[in-house]
């Protein structure tokens, strides 16, 4: 049995608030910890593993990292985990916590996401702080003269996906058109209006040929994850959610050999779905990261729910959209209308997949029989540097 099958998500947890005009970094992150421990019926003296990422010093505020954290947190842990990878990060904690319980180094891991751009006046497409800084990485020299954006980055994927197989901006249109058909029934969702194609093609362009509506929110907030072991779960009164497959991959220039039409998916997918031992087909559920339409479209291919080149063709018509299309995707209104805490969507794409494999979504969005779902989170910026980190979750 490989070690992601014997570890369960217990508790999950994802904070309402999309504007934490008065809470600090620290307050977020404790809060999602109790609301996940909450869910899970478990107290902070029984966690013994924490997974955390850059998050936790904020974008100014680097003091002792997770330390800090641990501390303000009042946590006594056996194993502690500091892997970035940002986005993805919590699907690597995830699959990372599964190891470390199978290896016996604990039995109740914690996750914890939190931030605040919105509050501290970040805008879309722009770059933050940390990018803005990083003189010292070594491609530095060779493209910060070149100021990109990460719309900008994102665009010019989304225009050689067009130019290489005919996509058009319509069919890009229609990821967020089933967004915002599930974020109607989320009451915490920042965006709730359910827009047409022709919304999302007329509104402003941001980067050819991206336009607004084609692009995330920006929100505070954050959320939590309980990963416990098969004891720990068994004692426990929700649903058993588990934790079969795992896989991630980094992909990135490659002196310049890089297609930017694919993902790091294209490597990170089959693991997990080996791994599992279940195919795309077998999915009744996916959470799929939506900084941006594209995002979406060249991920969904890489994940091998359908061929590459015919995302496009894939997405339209409202197939994403749950009761209606083939494949429910985002029932909770995703990055693109919900929720894109700390710009790190990774959690809030495991949050909604267990959910659903509960039968505790939205009831309009709730996919019937949902026994199998898949997670997948990109971070970094899609065509040059970038993890992806794939989880495949299991009812039992």
Known sequence: MPAAAKAYIAGIYEHPTRKADGKSLAQLHAEVAR???????????????YFCAGDVAGWERPGSGPFSIIDYLGLKLRHLDTTESWGSSYLVHVAHAAEAIAAGKCNVALITLAGRPRAEGMQTGTKTEAEAK???APEAQFELPYRPTVVGLYAMCAMRHMYEFGTTSEQLAWIKVAASHHAQHNPHALLREVVTVEDVVNSPLIADPLHRLDCCVITDGGGALVVVSPDVAKSLSKPRVRVIGAGYAPKYQLGGRADITSSGAIWSGPRAFAEAGVTPADIKYASIYDSFTITVLITLEDLGFCRKGEGGKFVADGNLIAGVGRLPVNTDGGGLCNNHPSNRGGMTKVIE????LRG?????VQVKNCDLALAHGTGGALPTRHGSATLILERE
């Open 134 to 136: 990083g003189l010292d």
């Open 353 to 356: 997949a267990v959910r659903q």
């Open 35 to 49: 609301g996940a421990l909450a869910d899970a019926g478990l107290s902070k003296s029984d966690v013994d593993g």
């Open 360 to 364: 505790e979504a939205h009831p309009m």
